[in-house]
């Protein structure tokens, strides 16, 4: 398996942020913010220990999934054809999970902000990437709006991902209004999402259905 720059920058956001848990251990307070209510509000907390080293691991891990799927994948030839734009999400989700880690050592550092409205551009500008991956995404088993229609049908597959990329950066825009409305950043985040995984999951079925 050939390894790609972009997934070993990938491994190095992820080393970095290990390195960045190392130095700020002895700085942060016992009990860690771990967890925030509809308002951004601190409503959960857990040890020192794991509230830092927790989501580095987290990456490390998911990291290793990523990079392990296109190896199992019974479709993984296809997965090679569109592999640069899933290497660039890799590393849009490793600096996603890296913005996430510094709000948390901020709020930690007892810096006052709502957690939930500096979390609307970063998941805004993931949704768009989830976009931009969705528009270049060929038939495989992993990777994509996976319904029992897009998997069956390569004709449902592309039109299905045509409309799902163009669905969430639309998503990604409104996800913004949390900032200038952070009342309501979470609704934002959640509705359009959800919204749009529903209509995909029908929409896919009525495109299978046009081609029996």
Known sequence: MRIRKIEVLSFVVVLATFLVAVLIYPQMPDRIVSHFGLRGEANGYMGKFWGVFLLPTIMLIIYFIFLFIPCIDPKKENIQKFKKYYDFFILAFMLFFVYIYALMIFRNLNYSFN?????????????????VLLKHAEPNLTIGIRTP???????????THKLGSKLFKVVA????????????????VLLP????AVY???YSYLEYRKTL
């Open 200 to 202: 995909l999951v029908f």
């Open 149 to 159: 229609w897009t998997i069956t049908n390569d004709e449902v597959w592309y039109k």
């Open 115 to 131: 957690f939930i409205q500096f979390m609307a551009p970063a998941l805004a500008l993931l949704f768009y990437v989830v976009g």
């Open 193 to 196: 999402v959800i919204a749009s």
């Open 173 to 188: 825009f409104i996800c913004l209004l949390g900032i200038i409305l952070p009342k309501y950043a979470l609704y934002f």
